[in-house]
Each structure stands twice: as C-alpha cells, then as structure tokens.
C-alpha cells in the first residue's frame, strides 16, 4: 500500500544538526514532488520545503531557508531534510507529504507520513 | 506571502448537522486550495484539492466550493469521526501557507 515512513528524528541541542528521512513506498516516487510540512506543539501547519519530482526545482519557507536543505534519491524512493543551526523554534513534529502534478492538474498533497518529532532544547 | 484565515476558529455542532467552515486568502489563488482533516496525534489527512475535487477514498459528505479568495467546506451530516480541527491550505504561490484551523467539537 501507498506508504510515507519519516525517521530520524529526535533531541538535539541549539546550533546542532539532525538528517531527517521519509521512506516512501507502494507507489512510483520518481513520479512525485514532495514536501515537508512541521506542526510546532500545540499549534497549526507550517510548509517547511518542497521538491519536484526530479530534483530540479526546490522552495523553502524565509523560516528554514540557509538552515534546511532538502534533497531526494528516486533511485532509493527516499527523500531527506538536513537540518543545520537548529533553534528551540524548529521543536515540532515534522511530516513528509507527495504531491502530484499530471497534465496540468495540480492534486496537492495527498499522502502523508505518520511524522518524527524533533526536539531543539539544551 | 498569501495569508489564509479561516473562520470560526472552532464550533461546537451535533451529529447530523451542516457545517460549513470558510477560507479567504489575502489575494487571489485561483482554484489551488486543498482542504486537510487532523485527529489528535494523528498526520492531516487530505480531503479536498483544487478547491472543490474530492480526493479519492473521501465521502462526497465533504464538498469545497470557491475561486479567487473565497473558499468554503461543507460536511453535510456530521458524524461522530468528523469531529477534529480542519486546515485549509494555498498552493498557488511559494511560499504555500496554512489556515490556522477550525477545531469541530461536538455540542
């Protein structure tokens, strides 16, 4: 079945650096931009980056840009957010979602993973 | 960077009732705003994209309309797994942005 597992969460102090990994399978990655998208504790949903389907074409949200890099590997169905310089504000749990754009339709993001918590605390 | 407000911020309803939560956008987005239900400790769900397509899987109980700036979802008959928070979201522009929720208790 269509399946997006996030890993690689987890405590990291101010200014330390965590790789997060969303495992995708049960469908043709390569065929779908992905997204990750953070909820801080208690609060709503931020857009964090997005990246089309083959790489080409990356966005982030002002809040992560210079900090987080997002990437993909279609050949192993993963996609990845390196994050870097992490403040107490990027303490939320963070999900990874598909998207898909065929023949001019835009379908949003349609699945998406369980999420992996990220704590920033010293 | 667009801005999304929903209204109301939440509402208490009854099983069986209509409820209908709205969306506006600080500027126009055409048709790119997709809906999202969220349960406590559990990842959004998508409902709804291009403003008024249901995603697959989803009851035609949900149904979005609007254009421009103005959106709204409609669950016709409130059923007791409906009641959580709804998000709405824009995907016409970077940086896409998120309604800050409508929180759906039941009366």
């Known amino acids: 079945q269509v399946q997006l597992v996030e890993s690689g969460g987890g405590l990291v102090k101010p200014g330390g650096s965590l790789r997060l990994s969303c495992a995708a399978s049960g469908f043709t990655f390569s065929d779908y931009y992905m997204s990750w998208i953070r909820q801080a504790p208690g609060k709503g949903l931020e857009w964090v980056s997005y990246i089309s389907s083959s790489g080409s074409t990356i966005y982030y949200a002002d809040s992560v840009k210079g900090r987080f890099t997002i990437s993909r590997d279609n050949a192993k169905n993963s996609l990845y957010l390196q994050m870097n310089s992490l403040r107490a504000e990027d303490t939320a749990v963070y999900y990874c979602?598909?998207?898909?754009?065929?023949?001019?339709?835009?379908?949003?993001?349609?699945?998406w993973g369980q999420g992996t918590t990220v704590t920033v605390s010293s | 960077d667009i801005q999304m407000t929903q209204s109301p911020s939440s509402l208490s309803a009854s099983v069986g009732d209509r409820v209908t939560i709205t969306c506006r956008a600080s500027q126009g987005i055409s048709n790119y705003l997709a809906w999202f239900q969220q349960k406590p400790g559990k990842a959004p769900k998508s409902l709804i994209y291009a403003a008024s397509s249901l995603q697959s899987g989803v009851p035609s109980k949900f149904s979005g309309s609007g254009s421009g700036t103005d959106f709204t979802l409609t669950i016709s008959s409130l059923q007791p797994e409906d009641f959580a928070t709804y998000y709405c979201?824009?995907?016409?522009?970077?940086?896409?942005?998120f309604g800050q929720g409508t929180k759906v208790e039941i009366k």
């Open positions: 979602a598909r998207g898909l754009l065929w023949f001019g339709v835009d379908y949003g993001m349609d699945v």
């Open positions: 979201q824009q995907y016409n522009s970077y940086p896409w942005t």
